[in-house]
């Protein structure tokens, strides 16, 4: 049973998995759950889901709200954190999504959101590899490449929480089409879904691939996971994808 206000609700916005958990004062993850973004449904139906799974979580382990500090949200976009609002995240089609007015209402909890990685290079920050740091350049690999920075010990959002977007650095001159609508972005090169990209090209020029036999032949079924996987069988399709 809680018994002080050193607790709080840690929550994971990804392209592929929302997860959250209860988090005490010193970072350590007490209890944790994970489920598949459902990317079937509207923006605000997927965060409504959020709040009501962050009830029943709470209800399940017993934990009062009274014992809650606060939820922290970290979602993948532009992310106005005063006023706790998804402008736009291209990656899972969020557009003006109120994440902290819609849990407050669900859950009765007070929430805070920013970016995912602004929000994981603080972390890191504060409990992580670089507590002991004052200036952090920090750079988060998935479904997209988020930045985070710390200067002097706090966390730099910019203005409206958009300042610290590296993975939309330019990488080559009107290279790739990027998701965010420009072209050479490091994100159209650098992350999973390019890599997924890139392997079902290869995929499509190489059909003796140790790749088509991972997924049962079947191409829609690359992950990231699934290229790894052949680089440490010594693929060459793979090996060169990684190199």
């Known amino acids: 049973m809680l018994n002080d206000l050193d607790y709080s ?8 998995n929302i ?4 988090v005490d004062k010193t970072g ?9 973004f459902n990317k079937e449904v509207a923006s605000n139906e997927v965060i409504i889901d959020l709040g009501k799974r962050i009830n029943e979580f709470l209800s399940a382990n017993k934990i009062a709200k009274d014992n809650i500090k606060g939820i922290g949200i970290g979602c993948p976009g532009s992310i106005d954190s005063t006023l706790g609002i998804c402008d736009y995240s291209n990656n899972i089609k969020f557009k003006n999504v109120h ?3 819609i849990i407050q209402k669900i859950t009765g ?13 603080l972390g890191e920050a504060r409990f992580g590899a670089y507590k002991d740091f004052q200036n952090i350049v920090f750079l988060t690999l998935g479904t997209g490449i988020g930045g985070g920075l710390v200067l002097n010990g706090l ?22 089409k990027c998701t965010c609508g420009r072209r050479g972005c490091l994100e159209a090169y650098a992350s999973a879904t390019a890599l997924i990209k890139d392997a079902k090209s290869s995929m499509r ?6 790749l088509w036999k991972l997924v049962s032949n079947d191409i829609s079924k690359v992950e990231a996971k699934t290229v790894f996987d052949a680089y440490q069988k010594k693929d060459p399709t793979a090996t060169d994808l990684i190199n």
């Not at 997860?19 to 209860?22: E, P």
């Not at 350590?28 to 598949?36: D, G, L």
């Open 155 to 176: 966390l730099y959002e910019g203005k409206d929480g958009k300042g610290a977007e590296l993975g939309h650095s330019l990488l080559k001159i009107n290279g790739r």
């Open 205 to 210: 020029k190489h059909p003796d691939s140790l």
């Open 19 to 22: 997860k959250f958990g209860l």
């Open 109 to 121: 909890i007070k929430a805070k959101a920013s970016n995912d990685a602004n929000v994981a290079c």
């Open 9 to 16: 609700i840690g929550v994971d916005i990804g392209g592929t």
């Open 28 to 36: 350590k993850i007490i209890k944790k759950q994970s489920y598949p």
């Open 99 to 101: 994440l902290v007015d």
